[in-house]
């Protein structure tokens, strides 16, 4: 899911910040990524990302899988999305 799109420092330069969700072991979890992408060419390469929690304080929910959490549906998604849980990652 792309959370937020934008330009960087040049025109060959943006970022894209968004939400993957996978299963393990019958648990659902989500990852967000900042991401840094180069255009070269034409073409758009992946140079590096970021997460949220390596940027900020993280929380200690995000070690637990999205099933045992207690947050409210209403409450803001652990992600660092900024949507609610339900509208994320629950």
């Known amino acids: 899911e792309v959370v937020k799109a ?3 420092s040049h025109e ?4 894209v910040e968004f939400n ?6 019958g648990q659902r979890y989500c990852l967000s990524e900042r991401s840094r992408f ?3 060419n ?10 949220p929690e390596e940027e900020s304080e ?8 999205i099933s045992s959490l207690k947050v409210g549906r209403n409450d803001p998604c652990i992600c660092g999305s900024g949507k ?5 990652c629950g």
């Open 6 to 8: 934008e330009a960087g």
């Open 38 to 40: 180069v255009k070269e």
């Open 20 to 25: 993957a969700y996978f299963n393990e072991d």
């Open 58 to 65: 993280q929380d200690p929910r995000l070690n637990q899988s």
């Open 42 to 51: 034409g073409l758009w390469y992946y140079i590096d990302g970021t997460f």
């Open 12 to 15: 060959n330069e943006g970022f």
């Open 84 to 88: 609610k849980f339900k509208k994320c």
